[in-house]
T-cell receptor
Framework: AQTVTQSQPEMSVQEAETVTLSCTYD???????LFWYKQPPSRQMILVIR??????QNATENRFSVNFQKAAKSFSLKISDSQLGDAAMYFC????????????FGTGTRLTIIP | DVKVTQSSRYLVKRTGEKVFLECVQD?????MFWYRQDPGLGLRLIYF???????EKGDIPEGYSVSREKKERFSLILESASTNQTSMYLC????????????FGEGSWLTVV
């Protein structure tokens, strides 16, 4: 079974600084997707960024980028120029090509932005 | 934008009660999911449905059942609520294409006393 590990329960960063959230995963499959989802306080979960395992180039979405290391099974999220609205729970998630969209989630990292 | 609506945001139920959590999506998506979210455990899949009347157990189905009579509606049923089912429940949907975005509802906070 696949597992996703987020070893940082809580992180904090000064506004306008950069922060990196860590995620590792375990799988025997070769083709899969990885995601970062954001859950703001009392609001619904939304997709931040996704990465297909066969794509070597790291995904970027504006201030959000990932460092995908397939051999190391590592998938970290970098948030540049942190803003107050980035405060949220961040979940790393995995889905295999046999998974029929069933996501396996990590335990989450709570990110606090310090003004 | 896809809208996933969970009918109740906050519920308080008594032990032994039958509880229904309703979820409706407006985008004709094939797949619907119920997840449970607990601190330190992340999200865990309870049940999954890939078509009307079709369902599949997730990782923690014990104590739960589901119903999908119409494509847009997916209900989670707690047959006899227990205190260890106090949690946040998240409904989600996806259009059945691998790697695409999964859309979530705002969640239902259930307290069983």
């Amino acid at each position: 079974a696949q597992t996703v590990t987020q070893s940082q329960p809580e992180m904090s960063v000064q506004e306008a600084e950069t922060v990196t959230l860590s995620c590792t995963y375990d799988t025997s499959e070769s083709d899969y997707y990885l995601f970062w989802y954001k859950q703001p306080p009392s609001r619904q979960m939304i997709l931040v960024i996704r990465q297909e395992a066969y794509k070597q180039q790291n995904a970027t979405e504006n201030r959000f980028s990932v460092n995908f290391q397939k051999a190391a099974k590592s998938f970290s999220l970098k948030i540049s120029d942190s803003q107050l609205g980035d405060a949220a729970m961040y979940f790393c998630a995995y889905v295999s090509n046999f998974g029929n969209e069933k996501l396996t989630f990590g335990t989450g990292t709570r990110l606090t932005i310090i003004p | 934008d896809v809208k996933v609506t969970q009918s109740s945001r906050y519920l308080v139920k008594r032990t032994g009660e039958k509880v229904f959590l309703e979820c409706v999506q407006d985008m004709d998506h094939e797949n619907m999911f119920w997840y449970r979210q607990d601190p330190g455990l992340g999200l865990r899949l309870i049940y999954f449905s890939y078509d009307v009347k079709m369902k599949e157990k997730g990782d923690i189905p014990e104590g739960y059942s589901v119903s999908r009579e119409k494509k847009e509606r997916f209900s989670l049923i707690l047959e006899s609520a227990s205190t260890n089912q106090t949690s946040m429940y998240l409904c989600a949907c996806g259009r059945g294409a691998w790697g695409n975005t999964i859309y979530f509802g705002e969640g239902s906070w259930l307290t069983v006393v």
